[in-house]
């Protein structure tokens, strides 16, 4: 049976464990120039519907440093959806490569692709989900905290995506998730359910609130993004005048754990969603660590996918 990896909700607890694991032991490898090649001979599809520098940077150099290749396919390079189905090019496509990673707009077309999919397939973002980004934000946890038992993660902004994943990854997990949001944009109604459903095992506490400074208090993480994500433009002016309270700024701060770390996924838009003074400090800010992570990361996921562990 063909695994894929579109939603952290579909992983085990232990095998988020072992994934972290194994990313960490990848970075350790490549960090010391050793001769580590899991990947020769394994070539990934890579599908940018919406554009990314981390992302395609991170799965192809990722790609490159373990002797794998990767193939960039952009919206001029096919017609996902438009000229032929998603159906028929997932078909065609999982001929051509070893795994395919795609980042789109409406979860559904990912979903799709993978029920046709003969390789694995890999989220690297959708309107509701961005696993990959979660799996690195979790190795930065771990390595800067030594834990990501216990802990309380609070997420600020819009409802979007990134929260919706933290949601399932608290949910998983078992630890302590607050998510602060305005009510118009709150984290979708589904994923909760579901997260809530999956938190009665876990003990995992994820409470949604619409306050800012309860969310803070004592967090050992503090976590937002950008207010309009792509594709959302239309949104923007009412997004701002809702979200202004929900800036990560130095007043916030000062209701985290002393020893707090800054997460955002970037791009940042300094001045809005977070203060420059916060992402910019050097003793809580996590933002560079976490950006790199991404490798080690979508690496574990892939050698994982295809059983190269």
């Known amino acids: 049976m063909i695994r894929h990896c579109l939603s952290l909700k579909d992983l085990t607890k232990q095998e988020i464990l072992e ?9 350790n490898k490549i960090k010391s120039k050793q001769d580590y090649k899991p990947l020769s001979g394994v070539i990934l599809g890579m599908i940018f519907e919406k554009p990314s520098t981390r992302t395609r940077l991170s799965f192809e150099a990722g790609m490159k440093r373990l002797g794998g290749d990767a193939i960039f396919l952009s919206p001029r390079d096919i017609q996902l959806g438009r000229g032929e189905t998603i159906e028929d090019t997932a078909r065609v496509i999982s ?6 990673m795609i980042r789109t707009f409406e979860h559904s077309r990912i979903e799709r692709f993978a029920q046709y999919s003969t390789v694995p397939v890999i989220n690297a973002l959708t309107d509701l989900l961005h696993p990959c980004q ?3 934000d979790l190795l930065t946890i771990k390595e800067k905290l030594g834990r990501i038992e ?4 609070a997420f ?20 302590e998730l607050r998510v602060a949001t305005p009510v118009d944009f709150a984290p979708n109604g589904v994923v909760v359910k579901e997260a809530l459903e999956l938190a009665t095992k876990s003990g995992a506490r994820i409470i ?19 207010w309009a994500s792509m594709g959302q433009e239309d949104q923007k002016e009412k997004k701002h005048a809702l979200m202004r309270p929900y800036q990560v700024n130095r007043e916030l701060v000062k ?3 002393k020893d707090y770390i800054f997460m955002h996924c970037l791009p940042a838009h300094r001045g809005e969603e977070v203060e420059a003074e916060v992402i910019d400090d050097e003793k809580h800010s996590v933002i560079f660590d976490e950006a790199e992570n991404r ?3 979508q690496l574990a996921t892939i050698m994982n996918l295809i059983g190269r562990v």
């Open 156 to 175: 600020f902004g819009d409802g979007n995506n990134m929260a919706n994943s933290w949601i399932y990854a608290a949910a998983v997990l078992g630890f």
């Open 295 to 297: 490798t080690y990361a």
């Open 19 to 27: 994934l972290l694991d194994l990313s960490q032991q990848i970075k």
């Open 134 to 136: 979660v799996l690195a």
């Open 255 to 257: 209701y985290a754990n």
């Open 208 to 226: 949604l609130t619409n306050n800012p400074e309860e969310a803070a208090k004592d967090a050992d993480v503090l976590y937002t993004d950008v």
């Open 95 to 100: 001929r051509y490569v070893d795994i395919v």
């Open 150 to 153: 216990d802990i309380k993660v």
